[in-house]
């Protein structure tokens, strides 16, 4: 029998003082959240700390761990991070197309990739967190 293989990443809501939200617009999946794979050394919040620099050109401060999405059939667990910018502007990066602040509820309008709006919405929820949501092929079970 195989040791089970799972990816692990982290992931960033970023609220700027205007109340919006900060999106990357990616090569395969359009407009989503910063975030990636942690790295072998690396805690949850340092991966979302990383990523969101190496994606969008912003450095952040974590405000507080909101929950984790599993894709049970997908081996992926994805942490979910409330965070603020503390420096650097949003800018175009090798890993997105276009990175920008937008009012929440057009940000959520330009989120289509399945459960990226759904996380985002949860993010920003603190009553309902911690939160944990398995789902496989896309649909949250």
């Known amino acids: ?25 990616g090569p395969r999946r359009g407009w989503e959240m910063p975030g990636g794979q942690v790295e072998v ?14 994606e969008a050109g912003v450095d952040i401060e974590i405000v507080r761990f909101c929950g984790i999405y599993q894709n049970v059939s997908g081996g992926i ?6 965070a603020k910018p503390v420096g650097g502007e949003p800018v175009p990066t090798t890993e997105a197309l276009e990175a920008g602040y937008y009012p929440i509820e057009e940000a959520l309008q330009m989120v289509t990739w399945p459960t990226f709006r759904e996380r985002i919405e949860a993010c920003l929820n603190p009553e309902g967190q911690p939160f944990y949501v398995e789902f496989s092929n896309q649909k949250a079970i």
């Open 77 to 82: 667990c994805n942490s979910l991070f409330l």
């Open 1 to 25: 029998m195989q040791p089970p293989k799972h990816i692990i990443s982290a992931a960033a809501i970023v609220v700027n003082a205007d109340n919006k939200i900060l999106l990357i617009k």
């Open 41 to 54: 050394g690396e805690s949850l919040a340092q991966a979302a700390i990383r990523e969101t620099k190496e």
